[in-house]
């Protein structure tokens, strides 16, 4: 794998098994690091985040966009997932729901990239208010949502969400 190119970012293809798996997978080492191994591991299941996953790509259920990161070999390096919610208020909102890179592919701007696609197709949407929720010992995410003008608007004993409104 050159990691040192540019990744195409593309929308997951929902009929690739391989695809969804690797999702599937990243979404799991996601909570890993985030939570620790053991307790990450196993607060849900693979088949949890699998039909969350489906979810997601059911747009009788949400208007989301999963997308990937992948080397010009075709490897998965990442995702990231992206969905329209509502506030308290019924006001619409751009949201985050996982951001994924593999470690061996980190600090190429990988994630950084994928975090620009997500925008952009969220202001498509006519988002002009994104967010993400994440725990608050999640520097990696923080940090990178951070350096592109995210600011934390909610904090709790364990979450916070970040937020960036669009003129």
């Known amino acids: 794998m050159d990691m040192t190119l540019n990744p195409l970012i593309r929308a997951i293809n929902p009929d690739v098994e391989a695809e969804l798996a690797t999702v599937t997978e ?18 849900y299941t693979l088949e949890w985040l699998r039909n969350r996953l489906l979810q997601h790509l059911d747009p009788g259920q949400y208007q989301a966009q999963v997308l990937l990161a992948e080397d010009y070999d075709g490897n998965i390096l990442g995702h990231t997932i992206v969905r329209m919610e509502r506030d308290e208020k019924g006001q ?20 950084v990239q994928l975090v620009q696609r997500g925008e952009d197709w969220l202001r498509e949407q006519g988002m002009t208010r994104l967010a993400t929720d994440t725990a608050l010992d999640n520097d990696k995410l923080i940090g990178l949502f951070q350096a592109r003008g995210y600011e934390v608007v909610f904090r709790s004993r364990e979450m916070l969400r970040l937020q960036k409104d669009f003129a």
């Open 26 to 43: 990243s979404m799991r080492f996601t909570l890993q690091e985030v939570m620790g191994e053991e307790r990450g591991g196993n607060y």
């Open 92 to 111: 619409n909102f751009g949201l985050y729901s996982t951001t994924y890179v593999k470690p061996e592919a980190r600090r190429r701007g990988i994630a």
